[in-house]
C-alpha cells in the first residue's frame, strides 16, 4: 500500500494553492487527473506522478448530496487503506481562537494601522467537517469505516486558543499535515483492501455526478432563508463557502480590508467589514 509515497508531499501542493487564494485550487493537479480518467479533464503530468502506482484514491473539491437536496462542498476526500481522511481547508491568517464545542471561532488581524485590529467570526471548522463526514457515511452507507477529520489552517496564521476533544480530529498547520497523515496512517494501517477503496470511491463518484457543481456555485438567488441562515453563520450568502478577509489592492479605496467569498473568482461576492 502505497499511501505514504502518495500523498509524500501535500504541504507543497496546500501552499500553492494558499498563496493563489483560490480555495477550489487545492491539490487541483491530482483532482484534475482524477477527472481525466473519467476522460473530464484533460490529465496534467504533475498528477500523472502523484498517482501513478498508488492506490489511494484522492477526491478535491467534492460535491456530496444530502437526501433534501442540499449539497455539501468539501475540499478533498482521501481513500486509503488506513480509512478515509476528510480535509478541509482554512485559508486564514492571523490569530486563531475556537473550541470544539462553540458554534462560531474567531479569527483576529491586525490591520497595522495604530495597532487596530479586525474580529471575523468563522463558523466551528471541526462542526463543519463533522457535517461533511456525516454526509459521506450518508453516501456510502454499508461501510463502517474509520473516518478522520483534518482541518487544515494556514502557515500564516497561528493557535491561540484552540482546543478540542474528539477523537480522531485533527486541527494543524499546513506545515504539521504531512506528519500528521502519516502518524494516522501508521496507528490505522490495513483496515481497507484494496477493493474496499475501489469501491468506497465508486460511490462516492457516483453520488457527486449526481450533483451539479456549476449549478451549486451559481445559485446566485439563493432562497431568502438560506441567504439568512448563511449570514448567521457567517459564511458566504450566495454560495455558503467560508469568507476569507482581503484587502483591496486598487480603487479609492485600495489598501482596507473586506470581506469575500474564498470561492473567488467564481463567486464574487464581497462585503465591507462593520
Ligand atoms: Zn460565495
Redesign the pocket.
Known amino acids: 500500500m502505497n499511501f505514504w509515497s502518495f500523498i509524500s508531499n501535500p504541504d507543497r501542493w496546500i501552499r500553492g494553492h494558499i498563496r493563489r487564494g483560490v480555495k477550489q485550487a487545492l491539490l487541483g493537479d491530482v483532482i484534475a487527473e482524477y477527472k481525466g480518467e473519467r476522460g473530464e479533464h484533460k490529465a496534467s503530468k504533475a498528477a500523472d506522478k502523484a498517482l501513478a502506482g498508488h492506490n489511494a484514491i484522492s477526491m478535491c473539491d467534492v460535491y456530496l448530496p444530502w437526501p433534501d437536496g442540499r449539497t455539501a462542498q468539501i475540499d478533498q476526500i482521501i481513500i486509503a487503506d488506513s480509512g478515509i481522511y476528510v480535509l478541509e481547508v482554512k485559508n486564514y491568517k492571523g490569530w486563531i481562537f475556537g473550541n470544539e464545542r462553540n458554534q462560531y471561532w474567531t479569527q483576529v488581524l491586525t490591520t497595522g494601522i495604530r495597532g487596530e485590529s479586525i474580529k471575523n467570526r468563522l463558523y466551528n471548522p471541526i462542526k463543519q467537517n463533522e457535517t461533511h463526514i456525516s454526509c459521506i457515511r450518508r453516501n456510502i452507507r454499508d461501510y463502517t469505516v474509520p473516518i478522520h477529520s483534518v482541518i487544515v489552517f494556514s502557515n500564516e496564521s497561528e493557535f491561540k486558543d484552540v482546543t478540542y476533544y474528539s477523537p480522531d480530529v485533527y486541527v494543524v498547520y499546513q506545515s504539521r499535515l504531512k506528519s500528521t497523515l502519516r502518524d494516522i496512517d501508521n496507528q490505522y494501517k490495513g483496515i481497507l483492501s484494496d477493493e474496499d477503496i475501489e469501491r468506497i470511491s465508486a460511490k462516492l463518484t457516483m453520488a457527486a455526478s449526481s450533483t451539479d457543481k456549476s449549478n451549486h456555485v451559481q445559485k446566485v438567488h439563493a432562497s431568502q432563508d438560506i441567504r439568512r441562515e448563511r449570514e448567521a453563520r457567517g459564511v ?1 450568502p ?2 455558503g ?1 467560508d469568507l476569507v478577509v482581503r484587502t483591496a489592492k486598487s480603487g479609492p479605496n485600495a489598501g482596507s480590508k473586506f470581506l469575500g ?1 474564498s ?1 473567488y473568482p467564481e ?1 464574487r ?1 464581497t462585503r465591507n467589514i462593520e
Open positions: 458566504c450566495r454560495c463557502a467569498c470561492r463567486c461576492y
